[in-house]
């Protein structure tokens, strides 16, 4: 099983429609990520979180909320979607320790509103 | 502020050509340096990765980066590609303090032709 797991893989939604990005991870760390991949800008975080009870807006967070339900689960929601939040989200992780000095991502959802 | 930029949108090179991806960084502090890769339809995976000490770094599958402070760069090179090289690739910079909120830069598309 992948460390950092992302569901759905893909989806297609209407404009207006709620949408939840869910993503669940092994690797025990204390902070996640979400991110946003367009062709041409590369990827841009949305929101990252250090802990359960420590969230950050990242560069691009209109439009989007997030929660953090447990240690090992971040989920990304939006609240109404519209046609330009079409893209590819990435979820990661990374270590606070030290220990490991790189993040991990996920396999990535590509999201369609339509 | 930190920001990236990868010089360079799309590299089409010949299989067992040399190749060289660019990327330059600003930043006010001291940053780390990262190489991730994206294969087709595949989530992000670190190839290399620059901390401190010696300024060459090395992947498993023969590519190389060296940073070089006095011109903020960081730029890949492999002496001999394969079509199994064909990716996405990104360079990305992080504070000390926190390896997984990154600053990517736009991303350079390698096309490997037989």
């Known amino acids: 099983d992948a460390d950092v797991t992302q569901t759905p893989r893909n989806r297609i939604t209407k404009t207006g429609k709620r949408i939840m990005l869910e993503c669940s991870q092994t690797?025990?760390?204390?902070?996640m990520y979400w991110y946003r991949q367009d062709p041409g800008l590369g990827l841009r975080l949305i929101y990252y979180?250090?802990?359960?009870?420590?969230?950050n807006k990242g560069e691009i967070s209109d439009g989007y909320s997030v929660s953090r339900q447990a240690q090992a689960k971040f989920s990304l929601s939006l609240e109404s979607a519209i046609p330009n939040q079409t893209a590819l989200y990435f979820c990661?992780?990374?270590?606070?320790?030290?220990?490991?000095?790189?993040?991990?991502f996920g396999q990535g959802t590509r999201l369609t509103v339509v | 502020a930190q920001s990236v930029t990868q010089l360079d949108s799309q590299v089409p090179v010949f299989e067992e050509a040399p190749v060289e991806l660019r990327c330059n960084y600003s930043?006010?502090?001291?940053?780390?340096l990262f190489w991730y890769v994206q294969y087709p339809n595949q989530g992000l995976q670190l190839l290399l990765k620059?901390?401190?000490?010696?300024?060459l770094v090395e992947s498993i599958n023969g590519f190389e980066a060296e940073f070089n402070k006095s011109q903020t760069s960081f730029h890949l090179r492999k002496p001999s590609v394969h079509i199994s090289d064909t990716a996405e690739y990104f360079c990305?910079?992080?504070?000390?303090?926190?390896?997984?909120?990154?600053?990517f830069g736009q991303g350079t598309t390698l096309q490997v032709k037989p």
């Open positions: 930043s006010s502090v001291s940053v780390y």
């Open positions: 990305a910079v992080s504070s000390l303090s926190n390896t997984g909120k990154l600053i």
């Open positions: 990661a992780t990374s270590d606070a320790t030290g220990e490991e000095t790189e993040a991990f």
């Open positions: 690797k025990g760390h204390d902070r």
């Open positions: 979180s250090f802990d359960v009870k420590d969230i």
């Open positions: 620059y901390l401190s000490g010696s300024t």
